[in-house]
């Protein structure tokens, strides 16, 4: 069965310093993995994919994720944090080889300091 | 583009009552999904419909709650009775693909349900 894991709870950054938001997934084919973002009282945003191809993927508002497939983590990452980046992050996955509906994690908060 | 459209955006009832929330997903989308989040629990997927097919509704908690797509621009999920721990956020999502596939999910702004 595929399952997703978010380790942190809370994550808290100061203005300006990189941030990472972990995320660990089990699949048993190929893994669909999916970055989220939901600020307070609003549905999830889409940040960021990956599908297949390289493993640094590129998204909104400054965001990108390293697929690592040895490690099976696909952590979410800023170069310099914005006190707008401070939200509720999801990671999600889906396995690619099997029809199967996507599985999110419980999501984790990040707190950007000023 | 509206995005999904969720109706009503905030719910109060008394425990008994049926309640109806209604989803209208981005036009040309044909996957649906129902979402439920609580504190406690997380996101729950509660049901998708693939065009306008129910797929896989193992995530609906009960017999009290139902899902219909009678067409591809409108769902419905419905309860009844409602009871007060269905109070939660409910979130509509659409997609292209069968099952979201490897497409992302756009979601709709969510009804907050209290039931009293």
């Known amino acids: 069965a595929q399952s997703v894991a978010q380790p942190e709870d809370q994550v808290n950054v100061a203005e300006g310093n990189p941030l990472t938001v972990k995320c660990t997934y089990s699949?048993?084919?190929?893994?669909?993995l999916f970055w989220y973002v939901q600020y307070p009282n609003r549905g999830l945003q889409f940040l960021l994919k990956y599908i297949t191809g390289d493993n640094l993927v590129k998204g909104s508002y400054g965001f990108e994720a390293e697929f690592n497939k040895s490690q099976t983590s696909f952590h979410l990452k800023k170069p310099s944090a914005l006190v707008s980046d401070s939200a509720l992050y999801f990671c999600a996955v889906r396995d690619g080889n099997r029809d199967d509906k996507i599985i999110f994690g419980k999501g984790t908060r990040l707190h950007i300091l000023p | 583009d509206a995005g999904v459209i969720q109706s009503p955006r905030h719910e109060v009832t008394e425990m008994g009552q049926e309640v109806t929330l209604r989803c209208k997903p981005i036009?040309?989308?044909?996957?649906l999904f129902w979402y439920r989040q609580t504190m406690m629990r997380g996101l729950e997927l509660l049901i998708y419909?693939?065009?306008?097919?129910?797929?896989?509704d193992s995530g609906m908690p009960e017999d009290r709650f139902s899902a219909k797509m009678p067409n591809a621009s409108f769902s419905t999920l419905k309860i009844q009775p409602s009871e007060p721990r269905d109070s939660a956020v409910y979130f509509c999502?659409?997609?292209?693909?069968?099952?979201?596939?490897?497409?992302?999910?756009?979601f709709g702004p969510g009804t907050r349900l209290t039931v009293l």
């Open positions: 419909f693939n065009n306008n097919v129910p797929i896989d």
């Open positions: 999502a659409s997609s292209t693909g069968l099952a979201g596939a490897y497409n992302e999910q756009f």
């Open positions: 036009s040309g989308h044909n996957s």
């Open positions: 699949v048993s084919g190929n893994p669909y």
